[in-house]
T-cell receptor
Framework: DTAVSQTPKYLVTQMGNDKSIKCEQN?????MYWYKQDSKKFLKIMFS???????INETVPNRFSPKSPDKAHLNLHINSLELGDSAVYFC??????????????FGPGTRLTVT | GEDVEQSLFLSVREGDSSVINCTYT??????LYWYKQEPGAGLQLLTY?????DMKQDQRLTVLLNKKDKHLSLRIADTQTGDSAIYFC???????????FGKGTHLIIQP
């Protein structure tokens, strides 16, 4: 069974559209994350979220919003898509435990192409 | 702010050892991680080390941490073609924050 899954794997859309990427984890983790990997393979944290708090990277435009219907899911909504949003988006999850290693397990990624 | 630096490329011969280096600036880092990304794939957690340790070994992988110099390295013994990938160093400060990644080192294996 896939531990962290994302849908869709590929997403091609036009500028100005609104889209969502879904993420689900079956590891029983309580913290989930979204990362963006650009064309140069640079990875940046966008959000981290558990049932207590949402931490947002201040560089993320407010067109991006995470939504968590339950602990196993963290979806990413993107409004008014721009060309610069083209990237691979990775979801990850970990278990929050004081003093723990917070090993993060990553999904396979969603390649978003904005035309 | 937090910063993690890595060389972008490393080329080694098959069978030799590969040493991938990383430096970081956040002195509050509690854990440091190494991830592997093969072409078109997600990130695979290889290993991690707690900041009060200076070495960790796991089969062909050896992690060395010099906390004073904020330097982390990953040694892969007997490098194989299957080790060809991008290797990311990452650090985490505390709480439920996400990881800060280096830009990744492309490991190229020569026959």
């Amino acid at each position: 069974d896939t531990a962290v899954s994302q849908t869709p794997k590929y997403l091609v859309t036009q500028m100005g559209n609104d889209k969502s990427i879904k993420c689900e984890q079956n590891l029983g983790h309580d913290t989930m994350y979204w990362y963006k990997q650009d064309s140069k393979k640079f990875l940046k944290i966008m959000f981290s979220y558990n049932n207590k708090e949402l931490i947002i990277n201040e560089t993320v435009p407010n067109r991006f919003s995470p939504k968590s219907p339950d602990k196993a899911h963290l979806n990413l909504h993107i409004n008014s898509l721009e060309l610069g949003d083209s990237a691979v988006y990775f979801c990850a999850s970990s278990h929050y435990e004081t003093g723990g290693a917070y090993e993060q397990y990553f999904g396979p990624g969603t390649r978003l192409t904005v035309t | 702010g937090e910063d993690v630096e890595q060389s972008l490329f490393l080329s080694v011969r098959e069978g030799d050892s590969s040493v991938i280096n990383c430096t970081y600036t956040d002195s509050s880092s509690t854990y440091l991680y190494w991830y592997k990304q093969e072409p078109g794939a997600g990130l695979q957690l290889l290993t991690y080390i707690f900041s009060n340790m200076d070495m960790k070994q796991d089969q062909r992988l050896t992690v060395l941490l010099n906390k004073k110099d904020k330097h982390l390295s990953l040694r892969i013994a007997d490098t194989q073609t299957g080790d060809s990938a991008i290797y990311f160093c990452a650090e985490r400060g505390g709480g439920a924050d996400g990881l800060t990644f280096g830009k990744g080192t492309h490991l190229i294996i020569q026959p």
